[in-house]
């Protein structure tokens, strides 16, 4: 088949050739965004009587036409047209002859994958937020239910302090809502329209750049003509983004993990989002929480190729750069594929709530509590902190908890502890006097949850 850049060559290029070279196989997912930039460069072509208005509308419906006809599966693309944007104009001249020959006036393929891939991961990402957006909902759904629900907090994998379900489900709330900012703030940058620069150079023929950009929903234009084709800043935002995005979904795989395990035992996974084993007949797995989080490292794996692929490259375009969209791609999709499942996944699990309580006295979470009940008697942090730490010795010494102290024990350590100690170190007073702005006290809690609530509906 005669390439359409083909007049320079005097021999067909190596089928070997074809098939490397071609990008088919994964940049036909572009087609619509393809398309609809062609219509809008034809429109304006016409407007601007760069080519007759007459071959500008006759494109622009054929163009239609085949947007109807790949939507319907009539069409199958070739590996010698080698990408998208061939296959398309191929098509076109097929049907209608010279006027669709009309159509690359004043563009070249550099501006042309540069306009398609902004497009496609503008669409792309506006789906990943609305996921992310049904993820926080579930989050604060959950944590509305389980303000009262009692749990170990931890530092180093320690037990540390007593918090509430709620509070653990609402700091997740807060990660998801730094992606959604994130994704948002990448597809503004992304948002730019690159189509008019050429190959690197723009063009003689007096484009109405602004007109396409209006008529493809941009919000403004490239610059810079070099940096329009060149540039892939975008796409290595967004699989920062979207690593991010799995680091936040992976750390809390972890703790399902580790919580759905006989030792922790503070939540169980339903059957529908379980599996068994082959030989071990009492075993029900975890798999959907390890798989988020073994496919962390597949995104950021993209995240470094993309940054390795990018990090050598003169300007402007070269052919590397069409090995930035099977990993963009890739990424998309496994995040597209987590986060449902995620979201199904918590939404479904049942919260052990009595384990969690009893997992909350062990290990001396409310051992804070009780240097903070000695300050307020008077005595200085640091000696609090001393006088603590001897009274954890001694419990662990003679396997008792601080709430098992008797008082004759708590006056060994300091004469200034009376009976109210055994209330201010109980674990709903530990919780529940921690009422500073982002503490796990309930009412502070379900205030985080009405203000979370009114941030969804603002989106």
Not at 90 to 108: C, F, P, V, W, Y
Not at 142 to 154: D, F, Q, R, S, V
Not at 276 to 287: A, C, E, L, R, T
Not at 394 to 403: C, F, M, P, V
Request: aromatic share 8%.
């Amino acid at each position: 088949m005669a390439k359409l850049w083909g007049g320079r060559f005097q021999k067909s290029t190596d089928k070997k050739v074809d098939d490397f070279n071609s990008s088919i196989r994964f940049d036909k997912r572009m087609y619509k965004q393809d398309i609809k930039g062609s219509i809008a460069h034809a429109t304006m072509l016409g407007k601007q009587n760069i080519i007759p208005r007459e071959d500008s509308e006759k494109i622009v419906t054929e163009l239609r036409n085949i947007l109807s006809d790949i939507d319907n599966g009539k069409i199958e693309f070739e590996i010698d047209a080698e990408d998208i944007h061939m296959n398309i104009e191929k098509i076109l001249i097929e049907r209608i002859g010279d006027a669709g020959k009309r159509l690359h006036t004043g563009r070249s393929r550099n501006d042309q994958v540069a306009l398609d891939i902004r497009m496609y991961l503008m669409d792309e990402t506006a789906d990943i937020e609305e996921m992310l957006l049904d993820t926080m909902h579930t989050l604060v759904d959950l944590a509305a239910k389980h303000t009262e629900t009692i749990m170990p907090g931890y530092t180093h994998l320690q037990k540390a302090q007593p918090v509430t379900f709620a509070h653990h489900l609402m700091a997740y709330f807060e990660m998801f809502k730094r992606d959604l900012s994130r994704l948002k703030d990448c597809r503004e940058r992304t948002n730019v329209m690159p189509l008019g620069s050429g190959a690197l150079a723009g063009t003689t023929y007096p484009l109405d750049r602004n007109f396409v950009a209006e008529q493809l929903g941009f919000d403004a234009v490239t610059m810079n003509s070099l940096d329009g084709v060149s540039d892939r800043d975008f796409v290595i935002e967004l699989a920062s983004s979207l690593s991010i995005i799995m680091m936040h979904l992976s750390r809390f795989c972890e703790e399902l993990i580790l919580w759905s395990s006989h030792e922790f035992s503070f939540v169980e996974m339903d059957d529908a989002y379980s599996t068994g084993s082959s030989i071990m007949p009492q075993k029900k797995n975890p798999d959907v929480a390890e798989l988020i989080r073994g496919k962390t490292g597949r995104v950021y794996g993209h995240l470094m190729g993309l940054l390795t692929t990018m990090k050598g490259i003169p300007l402007a375009y070269n052919k590397d750069m069409q090995e930035d969209k099977e990993p963009i791609f890739d990424a998309i999709d496994t995040v597209k594929l987590c986060i449902p499942v995620f979201c199904d996944m918590i939404a479904t699990m049942t919260v052990k709530k009595d384990n969690m309580l009893k997992g909350s006295k062990g290990g001396f979470t409310n051992a804070t509590d009780v240097a903070d009940y000695l300050v307020k008697k008077g005595l200085p942090f640091r000696e609090a902190h001393s006088v603590v730490g001897r009274m954890v010795f001694y419990s662990i010494e003679n396997d008792k908890s601080l709430d098992d102290l008797t008082m004759d024990e708590f006056k060994e350590f300091s004469d200034i502890i009376e009976n109210d100690i055994y209330d201010a170190i109980s674990m709903e007073t530990c919780v529940n006097d921690r009422k500073v702005t982002g503490g796990p006290a309930k009412d502070i809690v379900e205030k985080a949850i009405r203000k979370a609530k009114e941030f969804l509906n603002q989106q």
